[in-house]
């Protein structure tokens, strides 16, 4: 009868211990599930590195990136974008303990997603685009180019963020700010001349 009133003493201590785990994962009333994928550009310019995000969920998890490919992670997750020699990649037999290596080029802070939002906030998804501007030593530098928010149908709740972005991220700004300048110049002189 004892070792029986243990055992359960034991279960529901555990229950107890894991319930604000389960919770965790609920959205609260009011919200609703929000999708955040993030895009890394500029790994193309570091043939010479293979580039890694990691952990992907609690447990670990390891995704190798590709020029512009989208990648998810779990809520709680704190991944890195991590670089790794082409050469050490090939040879590593458990990716993830080689990533583990504090050597590698990694960006210094993690990165973090939007998992829900309020009922009121149309967003559904979320399209976050990244570049590589360079690596210093151990650090990968990042700079966001644009976050596009989407609404249940995939229409963009940020329109000029998302044309802006999509914009500066093919180049097209160095070309089109003398076009700009000029089409300036020339509102002027005609405001001049009236």
């Known amino acids: 009868m004892r070792q ?4 359960t003493l034991a279960l529901a201590a555990i229950l107890a211990l894991a319930a604000p785990l389960a919770q965790a994962d609920i959205i609260p009333d009011g919200y609703h599930g929000v ?3 993030f895009v890394i550009e500029g790994i193309d310019q570091f043939p010479g590195l293979t580039f890694y995000v990691h952990p992907l969920w609690m ?3 390891v995704e190798q990136l590709s020029e512009g490919e989208a990648f998810s992670f779990y809520k709680f997750a704190s991944p890195h974008l991590i670089a790794v020699p082409a050469s050490a990649a090939i040879q590593a037999t458990d990716i993830g303990a080689l990533l583990e290596d504090p050597a590698l080029p990694r960006t210094e802070r993690p990165f973090t997603c939007v998992s829900s939002a309020p009922d009121s906030d149309p967003t559904r998804r979320i399209v976050s685009t990244f570049r590589v501007t360079g690596i210093e030593g151990q650090v990968i530098h990042l700079q966001q180019v644009f976050e596009v928010r989407l609404d249940s149908s995939g229409r963009p ?3 000029q963020a998302a044309t802006l972005g999509a914009f500066m991220s093919h180049g097209a700004v160095p070309l089109a700010l003398p076009a700009l300048a000029l089409l300036g110049l020339a509102a002027l002189r005609r405001r001049r001349e009236s």
Do not use: E, M, V
Request: proline letters at 0%.
């Open 4 to 7: 029986h009133s243990a055992a």
């Open 35 to 37: 999708s955040h994928d």
């Open 59 to 61: 447990g670990g998890g």
């Open 157 to 159: 709740l940020n329109t």
